[in-house]
């Protein structure tokens, strides 16, 4: 005589089939834009179905640091490197800043991932420190300023400037993707070129004609004799048909007629400079960028408005 499966338990065994997995994602973007994606799995997955193709991978969290707020402030992932390949991107590109993003997705009773794309719960996002640990079977990494917790908790500090991570697309005119309200010749988010002079303190080119700090916080990449260096920008000045800029940083060599270089224009991350009008902000309305909270009481002789 047949026996039918209680309800209850067909319920239970559909629920368990729609196992969860856990999905990272890292975002490397020196020297070159490098995505790696990773299911902690014994095969490989797409997320959405169909669409973007997550590696099997072994890894773990071995460290989480939390504040009173329920803010995540640090997480620890250790990761498999029995293949070498973590420790291979590691020579090659630098893991310190790149975004990493932890995310939950469920599968169906077929062992497939959602077709939608926001189908996943974000267990952590934030950036990446330096590799701690790199060995023939481990690859440790660290990142910070990750999610909060608790979705129904202030996800952002009531702080005086921008928030918002640097890199982050679209946010606080803080990179190339950033909406400063024009994009004509004379105001280039990022430039290239080939220097005319300088020294160890400074570059001098015919490419810097922008106003005066028009370049001020931004970013540059710097090759000479093969070797690449990355500084920040303190100052930019324009005139006689060349410009200057000043790192933060003294080079270890001098640059030369032959130094080639990159420039991605900055912000310090105020209002003053990331939504008002400025030689180094934007030259229209950019206060969807900023991101930042303006009523916050200044300090003495500190101008934030």
Known sequence: MAKNVLPAVSGEFDATSKRPRLLMEIDLVFPSTLNLRYVKASSNLTFPYGGTSYTA??????????????????????IDNVAQDMGAYADSYKFEGANLRLKRIYLNSSGQAPADSGEYVEIFGGECEAPTEISRKNFQLSAVEGSALQRNMIERYYLRTCGLRFGGSGECNMNQFSNLGHSGEDHPLIITGTAVGGDTDSLIATELTQPTN???????????????????????????????????????????????????????????????????????ENTINFGGFLHVEKKEGEDIV
């Open 57 to 78: 991978k072994t890894f773990g969290v071995s460290g989480l640091s939390q504040s009173i707020e329920g803010q995540i402030e640090r997480i620890t992932i250790d």
């Open 214 to 284: 028009h370049w001020k916080h931004g970013r540059i990449k710097l090759t000479e004799s093969g070797v690449t260096f990355e500084r920040e920008i303190n100052a930019s000045l324009s005139g006689g048909g060349s410009g200057e800029i000043t790192f933060d940083v003294a080079l270890p060599v001098s640059v030369t007629a032959s130094s080639t270089f990159e420039i991605k224009k900055g912000c310090d991350k105020t209002w003053n400079t990331c939504g008002g009008n400025n030689a180094w902000g934007p030259s229209g």
